[in-house]
């Protein structure tokens, strides 16, 4: 019986031989540093909330330290390329009771869907230590209350989103 639990927990830790445990992140960079975000869209507001979302993510990623653009060992250069807002789901808003109508239904959950790219450079090197890479990310809104405020809400969560995706790449992609 003894043999035969001997057995089992070594056919078990075998299964994990393979496996390691810490960091996953590029083993000679520790530092990251954030440089102004560019933005080619009609929301100016945009820029500085993803580069606060950006610097956030580095932080709370813990895989780097962050550090401004002098003196750590690459730096994200990301540039907003596209925003937009598309309706997403839709209610009966209409008394009307023919329900073949088109006219009434509306749209009344919004998503905000941001289109970014981005690369890390070590300084002084001419060679990106990651290529022109997009990714984009998406935050929810509705109508209730003041739309405007609800799609600057969405437009941060949109940011978050794809400011994690762009710190998850530069950690993961060794």
């Known amino acids: 019986m003894k043999n035969l639990f001997l057995i089992a927990f070594m056919v078990v830790l075998s299964g994990c031989a393979g496996y390691k ?8 960079i520790d530092t990251v540093g954030v440089a102004a975000v560019q933005n080619a869209t009609n929301r100016p507001e945009l820029r500085v909330e993803l580069q606060k979302r950006l610097r956030a993510a580095v932080q709370s990623n813990g895989s780097y330290k962050l550090k401004g653009t002098d003196g ?30 088109n006219e009434d239904y509306g749209s009344t959950i919004y998503r905000v869907t941001l289109q ?52 998850a790449g530069i950690t993961e992609a060794w």
Request: glycine share 8%; proline share 4%; with cysteine.
């Open 72 to 101: 750590s060992d690459c730096v994200v250069h990301a540039r907003i390329v596209e925003v937009r807002a598309d309706g997403v789901g839709a209610a009966y808003r209409s008394d009307n009771k023919d329900e073949d109508s």
């Open 116 to 167: 970014v790219e981005y690369t890390v450079l070590i300084p002084g090197q001419a060679r990106p230590l990651i290529p022109l890479t997009k990714v984009s990310g998406q935050g929810r809104f509705t109508e209730m209350g003041d739309i405007e405020v609800a799609r600057r809400v969405a437009s941060g969560l949109a940011a978050t989103d794809a400011s994690q995706k762009i710190i």
């Open 21 to 28: 445990t810490g960091n996953i992140k590029h083993p000679q």
